[in-house]
């Protein structure tokens, strides 16, 4: 199926540094959606950013959009360790009656 | 508010069997949509379902299927189950806004033997 694709596909970084991930698409969206996972268990919101917005923050987390390159771009500010879980982003794609699409996802890993 | 809550948490089931998972959606939300997680294909959307009707289905075959009740609750049942169905097995549920935030319950991993 269409999926995004994301990138790094890991990354590993010491605690208090900042994680930048990326995540491209296809196709025009409504709006794109970033979220956390910890060993495999269900996806925690992270942020939403709508297809007009350019930016968005949520304490540490600043997320950007591009429609025009189709990609968006997620940074974790001073890391934690408990921020070590895979991280997705989600579109949600015209006409596709709720449907999302997800990328395979950037695993990152904070080292205390 | 509750979260997204799925049960059962765990399954584990032989070939061939069937196997009915449940969804209830956060209060008010009346889409749910299911998605299946393998590390070999990562989420995949199965379908969605909006006051009790199929908007959408994904690219899976017939065995899979799915119902929403009028409470908004939905179920998904996998009929005559095969080994690379092992997976987890998320849902999501979304406000009347449509385009909004998508919450997703803790999953049901299903391992099929």
């Known amino acids: 199926s269409q999926q995004g694709e994301e990138d790094p596909q890991a990354l590993s970084i010491q605690e208090g540094e900042n994680a930048t991930m990326n995540c491209s698409y296809k196709?025009?969206?409504?709006?794109l959606q970033w979220y956390r996972q910890n060993s495999g268990r269900g996806l925690v919101h992270l942020i939403l950013?709508?297809?007009?917005?350019r930016e968005k923050h949520s304490g540490r987390l600043r997320v950007t959009l591009d429609t025009s390159k189709k990609s968006s771009s997620l940074l974790i500010t001073a890391s934690r360790a408990a921020d070590t879980a895979s991280y997705f982003c989600?579109?949600?794609?015209?006409?596709?009656?709720?449907?999302?699409?997800f990328g395979q996802g950037t695993e990152l890993s904070v080292k205390p | 508010k509750a979260g997204v809550t799925q049960t059962p948490r765990y399954l584990i089931k032989t070939r061939g069997q069937q196997v009915t998972l449940s969804c209830s959606p956060i209060?008010?939300?009346?889409?749910v949509s299911w998605y299946q997680q393998t590390p070999g294909q990562g989420l995949q959307f199965l379908f969605e379902?909006?006051?009790?009707?199929?908007?959408n289905k994904g690219n899976f075959p017939g065995r899979f299927s799915g119902r929403q009740f009028s409470n908004s609750r939905s179920e998904m049942n996998v009929s005559t189950l095969e080994l690379g169905d092992s997976a987890l097995y998320l849902c999501?549920?979304?406000?009347?806004?449509?385009?909004?935030?998508?919450?997703f319950g803790q999953g049901t991993r299903l391992t099929v033997v």
């Open positions: 999501a549920s979304r406000n009347p806004g449509l385009r909004a935030e998508a919450f």
């Open positions: 196709t025009s969206i409504n709006n």
């Open positions: 950013i709508r297809s007009n917005e």
């Open positions: 989600a579109t949600d794609e015209d006409n596709q009656g709720g449907k999302l699409i």
């Open positions: 209060s008010g939300h009346r889409s």
């Open positions: 379902y909006f006051s009790e009707t199929q908007r």
